[in-house]
């Protein structure tokens, strides 16, 4: 039996390498494993990612047309930013489907994207020791995605995407350089951080790939100085102008935006140096504290080890996730008053790490180990997630009953509780649900993106100072360490709740302190919506709506 397992192996093993590529890295491998990464999208009508219902949101603002009752409470401005690619793709796609369809396509083909463009990548330059692939694709569903940013997942998608096409025609460098040429300003568009990656990885390629052509040992001190008497500098530098020239796109598409946007409302940038630290813990943070904590160290052990087991990296292979991973450190934190800005890279350095690390070199039975448990582990996580989303469905589901309640066009000053890492490893991802009620009764909610010269969105409603825009909706738990914020009593302490129709408490809890002025016509488990009745009138009840 043993000789046979053994002859099967061995058969296998030459299979795959006559074939030249691994079989989940075939064109069919790769669309099959891009369809299982999004099945569990087909699960839900809102994706369950934080930031989605507030694009979703946006877009309803964008599509209102005359006469809508959006119209009175927003209004919106299409400005050269480098941050619309969800807002454009929503918008072409709500034109034909709708805009709640239009969020469900724009998530699927932006993780879509994502997922193929990393494999693809893994396919141009390790097609046959990708065996890590599958470890790759665990962060698929890290924190960006689970985030919702929606923009950045575009353009990071596209990145990988082109990236991987550049390296397949480099054989005919003028349908390279046209490629290039379109795809950078495309995906800058989509997000500033992620389409900049584009040039980031044509760059470290083709330097990775230069220094790859040095003899063997030109590293070590007796032999540098031969090596650079030896080496043919200009052969070298016309191979980095052919392949590099086309990053010429970005520096250009960074000035037009330099030139054409509107000053930014915040531009003071900062470092948070415990941030960078918390999220090399926290980027795969998903349901469960023991299986995202295993899934991470496995991760990062395989990185950081895998060439105990034979794994190399080719200086073409590894440079360009070495590179993202040094922009990880050394890019602010917070930039013109996007958030969040540094810790979105640290899944693609994972992503470039493990997928570009060569097994060829290795043994066939720990090459085959390491791919079957990245699969196993892979699909145990997609699985968890899966079922996730439809817990997620099933709660978005009960707290959206509430605008049954909204008479259409109306005001709602929304709380909602924000989740925090003390009392829950898992995020219930309702921060910005809320934003949907502009979708589903076309309705003013103080949960929208506003940031003068990064978003689109124009509030003409402001009924206080603090309460017009994100993050006016947040409330914290007593129960977290940042009890020293705001609670649901001292938001609604100050609250203009005289100027709006209604007030929306997403998983508060009931206030402590009841205010004579709201009348409760909804609750669900913490989550309660009051309508605001004027003082003066006791007698007063709400309309059967």
């Excluded at 086309?246 to 054409?260: D, E, H």
């Excluded at 409330?475 to 977290?480: A, L, M």
């Amino acid at each position: 039996m043993q000789v046979r397992d053994k002859d099967l192996w061995s058969g296998l093993k030459a299979a795959w390498d006559r074939a030249g590529a691994l079989p989940w890295l075939s064109a069919p491998g790769i669309l099959i494993t891009v369809l299982l990464v999004c099945l569990p999208f087909a699960l839900v009508e809102v994706p369950p990612l934080i930031d989605v219902p507030g694009h979703m949101g946006a877009a309803a603002i964008e599509a209102a047309g005359p006469g809508s009752p959006l119209e009175k409470y927003f209004s919106w401005k299409w400005v050269f930013t480098l941050n619309i690619g969800g807002g454009v793709l929503m918008k072409v796609l709500g034109a034909q489907f709708g805009i709640l369809a239009a969020g469900w396509w724009s998530t699927v083909l932006a993780t879509g994207l994502f997922a193929g463009g990393c494999l693809a990548t893994i396919r141009m330059l390790n097609p046959r020791g990708g065996h890590a692939a599958a470890w790759a694709l665990m962060f698929v569903f890290s924190f960006p995605l689970l985030t919702g940013f929606l923009n950045y997942i575009l353009a990071t998608g596209l990145s990988l995407t082109a990236f991987a096409a550049s390296v397949w025609l480099e054989d005919n460098p003028k349908k390279r350089a046209a490629m290039l040429a379109v795809a950078q300003p495309v995906a800058m568009l989509c997000h500033a951080i992620g389409g900049l990656l584009l040039a980031l990885m044509v760059g470290a390629n083709a330097v990775g790939r230069e220094i790859d052509r040095l003899p063997a040992g030109w590293w070590r001190p007796s032999q540098i100085g031969t090596t650079l008497r030896e080496q043919d500098w200009r052969a070298t530098a016309k191979r980095l102008w052919i392949l590099c020239w086309p990053l010429l796109a970005t520096v250009l598409t960074m000035l037009l935006w330099k030139y054409l946007s509107p000053e930014p409302a915040h531009s003071m940038n900062r470092w948070r140096w415990d941030q960078k630290a918390w999220y090399l813990i926290l980027t795969l943070r998903d349901q469960s504290l023991l299986l995202d904590a295993a899934t991470t160290i496995s991760c990062f052990a395989l990185i950081l080890f895998g060439w105990l087991l034979g794994a190399r990296w080719s200086w073409q292979q590894g440079l360009p996730g070495l590179l993202v991973f040094a922009l990880f450190l050394a890019i602010p934190s917070d930039i013109n008053g996007s958030a969040f800005v540094d810790v979105r890279l640290l899944p693609v350095a994972a992503m470039l790490a493990l997928g570009l690390q060569d097994w060829s070199g290795a043994s066939f039975h720990r090459a085959r180990t390491i791919a079957i448990a990245g699969m196993l582990l892979l699909g145990t996580r997609l699985v968890v997630t899966a079922v996730s989303f439809s817990d997620y469905a099933e709660d978005y589901r009960k707290q959206l009953s509430a605008l049954h309640h909204v008479e259409p066009g109306s005001r709602v000053l929304a709380f909602v509780e924000h989740s925090c890492l003390e009392e829950s490893w898992r995020n219930t991802r309702r921060d910005h649900l809320a934003s949907l009620a502009s979708l589903y009764r076309q309705a003013w909610v103080n949960d929208n993106w506003a940031v003068p010269g990064l978003h689109m969105v124009i509030p003409r409603f402001r009924p206080g100072r603090n309460f017009t825009a994100d993050p006016s909706e947040f409330v914290w738990s007593r129960g977290c360490r940042s009890g020293r914020l705001r609670n649901v009593d001292r938001a609604l302490k100050f609250a203009p709740i005289d100027r709006v129709d209604y007030v929306w408490l997403i998983d508060t809890g009931l206030p402590t302190r009841p205010d004579p002025r709201l009348q409760l016509v909804w609750q669900e488990g913490r989550s309660m919506l009051f309508a605001v009745r004027p003082l003066g009138f006791p007698n007063w009840k709400p309309r059967d709506f």
